[in-house]
């Protein structure tokens, strides 16, 4: 049986203090940064793609409105969950406006809105990963509890995982929940939904809806989630990165260490980050395989919902006046 708490760490989060050091052994990473606007075009695509399999199977048999979605949907969808996050960092557009607007379309075939929310929710994650009361990302302590290790509560947590996504974000008490931003993505979404509804029938809405729970829960693609920061493989390392090959259809979102070391990357300069600085990344612990960690996740009872690093301080660095340019450039591209 696993201990039933969080792994406990003193030490501030390691993003902070390696992109400091990098950042001075390899200076040239400062190149990477910026924006890529190209991506509009994989938004577009993507959304396109989605309204053109949900018109296709409209009229389908069941079965065959599940098995897509599984097969194909999940993964449009995921990589539609993707864009929003390249978007909840400002990594297309100069104007934060627009790119908060490529969110809410990244976000129609999801049925449910939550771009605009995601971003908030999503900057606190980097800004204070590991305290409980600002990282939504980390388990509610009695949805830990109640799910612990047990292979049928961690397929019944994947297959809900959005639900229980939603129920943290009470916690987080310095978040408005509701704006401006927030209502534009409700009334858009919507209106998309129910026209989804009347042009192409229940199924193509009912395909869309299946695909998002699908994405981000009980198929492989749901290891992600484990993949990012439960300790799987080090309990002194808390954030891991996957190098395995769906990172092709995926855009690179498997380079997580990388990303949460400079958030001010957009996802096709990622790679090149990892090449361009081997001495910090080469040595860290890392997946090859979402399918792999799917499974072990289920059935490994070493792996629970506690497998997390949890902290209590806020996650500040304290920086030494060499340091304070570079650094400071990196929050403000993270703003």
């Given at each position: 049986?696993?201990?039933?708490?969080?792994?406990?760490?003193?030490?501030?989060?390691?993003?902070?203090?390696?992109?400091?050091?990098?950042?001075?052994?390899?200076?040239?990473?400062?190149?990477?940064?910026?924006?890529?606007?190209?991506?509009?075009?994989?938004?577009?695509?993507?959304?396109?793609?989605?309204?053109?399999?949900?018109?296709?199977?409209?009229?389908?048999?069941?079965?065959?409105?599940?098995?897509?979605?599984?097969?194909?949907?999940?993964?449009?969808?995921?990589?539609?969950?993707?864009?929003?996050?390249?978007?909840?960092?400002?990594?297309?557009?100069?104007?934060?406006?627009?790119?908060?607007?490529?969110?809410?379309?990244?976000?129609?075939?999801?049925?449910?809105?939550?771009?605009?929310?995601?971003?908030?929710?999503?900057?606190?994650?980097?800004?204070?990963?590991?305290?409980?009361?600002?990282?939504?990302?980390?388990?509610?302590?009695?949805?830990?509890?109640?799910?612990?290790?047990?292979?049928?509560?961690?397929?019944?947590?994947?297959?809900?995982?959005?639900?229980?996504?939603?129920?943290?974000?009470f916690r987080l008490k310095e978040i408005k929940p509701v704006d401006g931003w927030i209502i534009t993505n409700w009334i858009i979404q919507i209106a998309f939904?129910?026209?989804?509804?009347?042009?192409?029938?229940?199924?193509?809405?009912?395909?869309?809806?299946?695909?998002?729970?699908?994405?981000?829960?009980?198929?492989?693609?749901?290891?992600?989630?484990?993949?990012?920061?439960?300790?799987?493989?080090?309990?002194?390392?808390?954030?891991?990165?996957?190098?395995?090959?769906?990172?092709?259809?995926?855009?690179?979102?498997?380079?997580?260490?990388?990303?949460?070391?400079?958030?001010?990357?957009?996802?096709?300069?990622?790679?090149?980050?990892?090449?361009?600085?081997?001495?910090?990344?080469?040595?860290?612990?890392?997946?090859?395989?979402?399918?792999?960690?799917?499974?072990?996740?289920?059935?490994?009872?070493?792996?629970?919902?506690?497998?997390?690093?949890?902290?209590?301080?806020?996650?500040?660095?304290?920086?030494?006046?060499?340091?304070?340019?570079?650094?400071?450039?990196?929050?403000e591209k993270m703003a």
């Open positions: 049986m696993t201990e039933q708490k969080f792994h406990f760490s003193s030490q501030p989060e390691p993003h902070r203090i390696r992109t400091l050091q990098i950042l001075k052994q390899y200076p040239d990473v400062k190149k990477l940064m910026g924006k890529n606007p190209l991506t509009i075009f994989a938004i577009l695509g993507l959304v396109g793609g989605m309204i053109g399999i949900s018109f296709l199977v409209k009229d389908s048999a069941w079965w065959v409105v599940l098995l897509v979605a599984y097969g194909i949907g999940a993964f449009f969808n995921h990589s539609l969950f993707v864009m929003i996050h390249e978007c909840s960092h400002h990594l297309l557009f100069k104007n934060k406006w627009m790119n908060r607007l490529a969110a809410i379309v990244s976000n129609l075939p999801h049925v449910f809105p939550s771009a605009i929310s995601f971003e908030r929710y999503h900057i606190k994650h980097h800004s204070f990963q590991g305290v409980h009361e600002l990282d939504a990302d980390l388990p509610d302590f009695w949805e830990a509890r109640t799910i612990n290790n047990s292979v049928f509560g961690k397929a019944l947590w994947l297959l809900l995982f959005p639900v229980f996504q939603v129920i943290r974000t939904n129910i026209a989804i509804w009347i042009f192409f029938g229940p199924k193509a809405l009912i395909f869309m809806l299946v695909s998002f729970f699908f994405s981000v829960g009980l198929h492989p693609l749901g290891a992600r989630w484990i993949q990012e920061h439960y300790l799987t493989l080090d309990e002194n390392q808390e954030t891991y990165s996957y190098y395995g090959g769906l990172n092709a259809v995926a855009f690179n979102v498997g380079y997580h260490n990388e990303h949460h070391d400079f958030p001010s990357i957009p996802w096709n300069r990622l790679p090149d980050l990892k090449m361009s600085a081997p001495t910090f990344y080469d040595s860290l612990k890392s997946h090859q395989s979402w399918t792999k960690l799917f499974f072990r996740f289920l059935f490994d009872k070493n792996i629970s919902l506690y497998s997390r690093t949890v902290r209590n301080e806020r996650g500040k660095v304290k920086l030494t006046d060499e340091s304070k340019p570079d650094a400071e450039m990196v929050m």
